[in-house]
């Protein structure tokens, strides 16, 4: 007999920053979309969970810097492999090139969860697909993918015994007041000549006040995982869009302030929430939000607005 699904409350990152950017797109993604993902669903939850697997360019363009960075990593530790810049950016191309086919020819309504789905595409937005606006997205992953190749990470990491590597970009979890925590640092290894435990977090958009606490997040979960002091873990931001790169200060009082916030996301979450015990919401209890500057960029617009005149929504034969 398979096993039943059953939606557990859990915090991320991105489940806070959804939290606060629209409540109704919160419950789109965290509660309406339950079951979306078998034919007999009612089509809300099915347009529901489709959505929520959709990707920005620039989501898309972050995605493919990453993996291509993880499995580079992963060779160089598992068969010595050279990181080599040509090498990483021909990959990239290649993933660009498929998920473009992908997105355009609508492998996503049989495969929401593994086909590539840019929002730019379902929702007909020109402007973002012109050609210098495409181009300029591939640059920029190449960019990414050159600054890392030749910045200083392959030589240290090449000098790691694969045992000194704690985790390459693999989804984890820790427990906080009874709730589950997930993570999934881009990089953490205990660095050969201070012992440290490093946790570098690659990014290719700006800056942002929430990276501190991603990376607080990271090492509150290095001790509750690995038992790691925060006095010997480095946290570091890699911005490989500029080569910017910024250590972040993960001190005691800085894991509590983090772990303090995490509770009180937590918190607000649940109680939005109808029977938080059951982990049961209702849309009325989610509303609109009032700032509609958001919903050009909310991949739930569908949702909110209707399927009629939706490029993605006609070619799915969603009904209007
Ligand atoms: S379209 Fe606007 S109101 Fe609707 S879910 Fe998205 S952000 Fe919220």
Request: glycine letters at 8%.
């Amino acid at each position: 007999m398979g096993r039943a699904f059953v939606n557990r409350f859990s915090w991320s990152n991105s489940r806070a920053k959804l939290f606060s950017r629209c409540l109704r797109a919160y419950w789109w993604r965290y509660y309406g979309h339950w079951g979306g993902w078998s034919y007999s669903a009612d089509v809300d939850a099915r347009v529901a969970y489709r959505l929520g697997k959709m990707d920005s360019l620039a989501t898309w363009a972050g995605s493919i810097v990453h993996d291509t960075i993880q499995e580079a990593i992963e060779e160089l530790r598992d068969r010595g492999t050279a990181i080599n810049a040509d090498h990483l950016q021909g990959r990239a191309r290649e993933k660009l090139r498929q998920g473009w086919v992908e997105s355009k020819s609508g492998a996503w309504i049989r495969r929401p969860k593994h086909a590539i789905n840019l929002r730019e595409h379902y929702f007909g937005d020109g402007e973002a697909l012109s050609r210098p606006a495409t181009d300029t997205t591939a640059a920029k992953v190449y960019g990414c993918l050159l600054r890392f190749s030749t910045g200083p990470y392959p030589k240290l990491l090449k000098r790691l015994r694969p045992e000194d590597f704690r985790n390459v970009e693999r989804l984890d979890s820790m427990e906080i007041d009874g709730s589950t925590v997930y993570v999934k640092p881009d990089l953490a290894f205990y660095h050969p000549d201070d012992g440290l435990l490093w946790l570098i977090d690659w990014k290719t958009g700006r800056p942002r006040l929430e990276d501190d606490l991603q990376l607080a997040t990271y090492a509150l979960f290095a001790k509750a995982k690995w038992g790691v002091e925060p006095s010997r873990v480095r946290g570091v931001l890699s911005y490989l869009a500029s080569g910017e790169e910024r250590q972040v200060e993960l001190s005691t009082d800085a894991l509590h302030a983090a772990r303090e916030s995490i509770r009180a996301s937590m918190q607000a979450m649940k109680t939005a929430l109808r029977e938080p015990d059951e982990n049961m919401g209702l849309q009325q209890d989610f509303p609109q939000t009032d700032d509609k500057s958001r919903c050009s960029s909310c991949n739930f617009r569908q949702l909110c607005t209707g399927s009629e005149g939706i490029p993605g929504a006609i070619l799915a034969g969603d009904p209007l």
